[in-house]
């Protein structure tokens, strides 16, 4: 007890609202040996899985007659799975889904939602932002502003009877923020799969979906310095710095690499493999940075994936793969 109160706060202690428990062993001896493999990290993990898996992919078949997008099916799966249905039988949710495995599970789920954020960055071109007109600028900031005051204006009115982590400014600017946001990663593989694409409403949801997510990652940093900003004033600025850093060293250093790569393959050709594992690295190396700055873990791969530019060789070999082992990963 003596080790806990020294990672642990001491107030949490005295109200009894630390738990202690044992962890999972990761490996069972199996049921021949008289275990539970359920009683085992590991064990739990797949089965985990493979019911998230196989839960989305019975809705994606059932939705398949009503053409549906493939993120519905994922919604759907995630609300049945969740509190709302299944995880409010106290048995599954105890056999399935117990507190003591659950950080296992969101771990696997976050590097999936790592590597699905940096192949949405890839498909990303940045070039469309200089093509985009006033009418798509007008959407963007509209789409934005709109649900984002309504949703403060709600948050203040209701900020008394809130929790005290929620009611400060901060918090409530960074739920507003995420709130506001149409996500480009939500919107491509929508338009994608109505074949859209190359249509003049596609172009504009996508060019107003890109605009609406650079404005709302600048709030979203403007919330994370403010949040550093309450323990120590000069914690926010080594944190824009950082941010800058950051971004500057990926915008600047990384995209020259990548276009010197682009430059050596010759045509025809992909990208060596070597080169194709290191950028897959850079993915982890890039997340562990922001994570080590307090910055969200999903900026890094997502500027790396911006940072990629278009080439010959379509960026980076076999991303129909890799997006496919993502979307697996980040329904978790």
């Known amino acids: 007890m003596s080790k806990l109160n020294l990672t642990e706060d001491p107030y949490l202690i005295s109200k009894g609202l630390v738990l202690c428990r044992g962890i999972h062993p990761p490996h069972t001896f199996g049921i021949f040996s008289g275990e539970n493999p359920f009683k085992f990290s590991f064990s739990l993990v797949l089965l985990e899985i493979s019911t998230i898996i196989a839960i989305s992919r019975f809705i994606r078949y059932l939705l398949k007659p009503l053409h549906q997008p493939r993120i519905i099916s994922e919604l759907l799966g995630g609300v049945i799975i969740g509190p709302s249905v299944l995880s409010r039988i106290k048995g599954f949710r105890n056999f399935i889904f117990p507190d003591t ?95 859209l694409l190359s249509s003049e409403i596609g172009r504009m949801s996508l060019s107003t979906a890109l605009i609406s997510d650079i404005i709302g990652i600048q709030f979203v940093v403007v919330f994370e310095a403010a949040k550093q900003g309450e323990h120590k004033s000069m914690a926010a600025l080594w944190f824009l710095i950082y941010s800058f850093f950051i971004g500057a060293s990926i915008f600047g250093g990384v995209r020259q690499i990548m276009r010197w790569i682009i430059k050596a393959t010759p045509e025809g050709k992909s990208v060596e493999q070597i080169y194709v594992v290191l950028i897959l690295l850079g993915v982890l190396l890039t997340g562990f ?28 070999p076999n991303t129909k793969d890799k997006e496919i082992a993502g979307s697996h990963l980040v329904l978790i």
């Open 101 to 195: 495995a659950d950080y296992v599970l969101k771990n696997i789920g976050l590097i999936g939602f790592m590597y699905f954020l940096f192949i949405s960055g890839v498909k990303t071109d940045l070039i469309q932002i200089k093509k985009v007109g006033k009418k798509q600028w007008y959407i963007a900031i509209f789409g934005v502003s709109i649900p984002m005051l309504c949703s403060l204006f709600i948050g203040l009115a209701l900020q008394k009877s809130m929790e005290k982590e929620l009611a400060k400014a901060s918090s409530m600017l960074g739920v507003t923020s995420e709130f506001a946001i149409t996500a480009f990663p939500v919107i491509y593989p929508i338009i994608k799969e109505l074949n």
């Open 289 to 316: 940075l922001c994570d080590l700055g307090g910055i969200a873990v999903a900026n890094g791969p997502l500027w790396l994936g911006l940072a990629i530019p278009d080439g010959p060789q379509n960026k980076i």
